[in-house]
């Protein structure tokens, strides 16, 4: 696949997966046309060599390739990332009626930029838990896909220091304004009614619950004079699941590759899906059912923990040390960090860097300023819950939880090739195959 047919897939796939849900259902789809096989964690697995996918609470996903070689031999090949991505979510009681307007209360998710979600063109999505005429519960995916919402802003006439000294109140300043009030009519009911709407061959007695989200309805796109950079919603870490899905639908099938996009990284990864919980292992301890052939399988595996890094922003590069600034287009970001916020030490980041100069990919390295506190992956998490060598990536991006993020037009493309070659080694750092 040559790069302006990878982007325009991954511009899809973003445009198609506006939350967890519906990331989830995306990668799905990718992975069944490509022969995988889903697994239901409810059943009983008797795995032949294969290809895969489980998913949990509809919003994590592991596909894996189980290779016709011994595991516990080759070691397994694994990538994560995270389908989650700060926004706004709406309260279970939402409605806010005043001076004849109904806006929606909302909670914020992770550590989202709030400035950037005013007087933007907003949608709906997520998922709707519900009974039905048999008076059992099941759930559905909802997307609303049209601008229904927006945050106006204040008026500068209203508050002249609004460019000097405005702050924002996630309480009282953010919930979007959704329509004109009218008699009878609240949230409750208009997503009832959109469900009904998109689902009309579901028997819907009443809706009992909810994850819904706000969503910018501008589309991913290629921007730049040059068309330099891809400018979207959710790159972090949505193109990092993109990539890494790629990579393993090229995956040898001689040897074990797993991808993970796990949900909840933005709030921690503390769920049963999410980085901190059982399902990676669960998983894999499913995958190799023998106490001693799991151990050492672990012991001669790598996991590549991709997450999005921070370019060097040209107007803030005091932000940045100036020996460890990525920048945009010049290639997948090694991450370190020695109080091991990220998980790479010397050896996980020469075979990464070792990979990249076998494949001519360029690669960047990454430190955070001393004086200033770094951030967290999935890497950490995951090198503590099962013990494996672990190292950490990214895409450089601008922007990193803004309602809209900017990364290089030709970085996901490398990124993607590199984790192709990662899924296609057939020695890994430390394995006696």
């Known amino acids: 696949m040559n790069i302006k047919n990878f982007n325009n897939n991954l511009i899809s796939f973003l445009d198609s997966s506006p939350t967890p849900f519906h990331a989830v259902s995306s990668m799905s789809k990718i992975l069944q046309t490509a022969g995988f096989t889903q697994l239901d964690e409810k059943q009983s697995w008797q795995l032949e060599p294969g290809k895969y996918f489980v998913t949990r609470n509809d919003s994590s996903i592991i596909a894996f390739v189980r290779g016709t070689q011994d595991p516990a031999k080759s070691g397994i090949r694994m990538v994560g990332a995270h389908t989650d991505s700060p926004c706004l979510k709406v309260k279970p009681n939402p409605d806010l009626i005043s001076d004849g307007y109904l806006n929606i209360g909302v909670e914020v998710y992770g550590g989202v930029l709030l400035n950037p979600w005013f007087d933007r063109d907003l949608s709906i999505a997520g998922r709707v838990t519900y009974q039905d005429k048999q008076k059992n519960i099941r759930s559905i995916l909802v997307d609303f896909e049209r601008a229904v919402a927006t945050i106006p802003s204040l008026a500068i006439h209203l508050d002249r220091e609004a460019n000097s000294s405005r702050s924002v109140n996630p309480q009282t300043d953010i919930p979007p304004l959704l329509m004109l009030i009218k008699e009878n009519t609240g949230f409750d009911k208009l997503l009832l009614n959109q469900t009904k709407l998109e689902h009309p061959e579901t028997e819907i007695d009443k809706i009992l619950g909810y994850e819904m989200c706000f969503y910018d309805t501008q589309g991913a796109a290629i921007t730049g004079l040059s068309e330099e950079f891809l400018a979207s ?7 990092s699941c993109y990539t890494g899905i790629q990579g393993l639908l090229n995956a040898d099938d001689s040897v074990s590759s797993l991808m993970i996009c796990s949900d909840h990284e933005e709030v921690g990864s503390r769920s049963a899906e999410g980085a901190e919980g059982p399902f990676l292992k669960t998983t894999l301890e499913r995958m190799l059912p023998d106490k001693d052939d799991y151990h050492r399988a672990i012991a001669g595996s790598l996991l590549i923990s991709t997450d999005n890094a921070h370019g060097i922003h040209p107007n803030y590069a005091d932000k940045h040390d100036s020996n460890h600034g990525p920048i945009l287009n010049r290639g997948p970001v090694v991450k370190v960090n020695s109080n091991q916020r990220y998980a ?8 990464f860097r070792a990979l990249c100069d076998t494949n001519n990919i360029a690669h960047q390295s990454f430190v955070t300023r001393t004086d200033m506190g ?22 450089p991006t601008f922007a990193m939880h803004s309602i809209r993020e900017l990364a290089g037009s030709t970085d996901a493309y490398a990124l993607s090739k590199v984790i192709s070659a990662f899924f296609q080694d057939p020695k890994l750092l430390g394995t006696t195959s």
């Open 233 to 239: 919603a959710r790159l972090d870490n949505l193109l």
């Open 344 to 351: 790479t030490n010397s050896e996980t980041a020469a075979y």
């Open 374 to 395: 770094c951030g967290s992956t999935i890497g950490p998490i995951t090198a503590k819950e099962l013990g494996v060598k672990t190292l950490d990536v990214g895409v």
